[in-house]
């Protein structure tokens, strides 16, 4: 991996972790699309973690089709991440536990309002697992002009 794509990738991966929501695009069973906001957690491959209801159009759709979309941007800084990957349910899983209270620190961590999700039942809650398969970073921060630095494709490594 070149400098420049490595340089990328460390970049590409803080601003992963530093944020908190994103959104994702599912398709439904009937072939419509759905987008919405939810908070995450990540590891170090890239991989996002999301809590949702098991009732929910999210779910519903990425049951339909597991292939989704997920993009993270930051409102005060022009960078964006877009991966694009395979979703599943590992509610079921060993680390299912972990990365649910990985979750729920994050939504329980604004001390005005709270995410509704935070007070339904957990029975009714899944976590599910983003494995990419594609993740382009695009940092606009620096460039004075054009688009040559500003995509990069990021090698997914498992």
């Known amino acids: ?20 929501t994103g959104v994702l695009a599912t398709v439904s069973s009937e072939g419509d699309v759905h987008a919405s906001t939810v908070f995450y957690t ?14 929910s ?14 993009t993270i941007s930051a409102a005060d800084m022009p960078q964006t991440l877009q991966i694009e990957g395979m979703a599943m349910d590992i509610s079921l899983d060993e680390d299912a536990s972990k990365k649910k209270d990985e979750i729920f620190k994050i939504l329980n961590s604004n001390n005005w309002f709270y995410a509704p999700i935070t007070k339904l039942d957990p ?5 599910i697992w983003i ?6 970073w695009a940092d ?19």
């Open 1 to 20: 991996m070149s400098e420049e794509l490595n340089n990328a990738r460390k970049d590409a991966l803080a601003f992963l972790n530093r944020q908190k």
């Open 42 to 55: 990540s590891d170090e491959n890239f991989n996002v973690y999301i809590l949702t209801l098991i009732d």
């Open 57 to 70: 159009r999210k779910y519903a759709g990425l049951s339909a089709h597991p292939q989704v979309a997920f």
């Open 123 to 127: 029975a009714e809650s899944v976590i």
């Open 131 to 136: 494995k990419p398969t594609w993740i382009r």
């Open 140 to 158: 606009y921060a620096f460039e004075e002009s054009g688009t040559t630095h500003v995509f990069k494709e990021i090698p997914i490594t498992q």
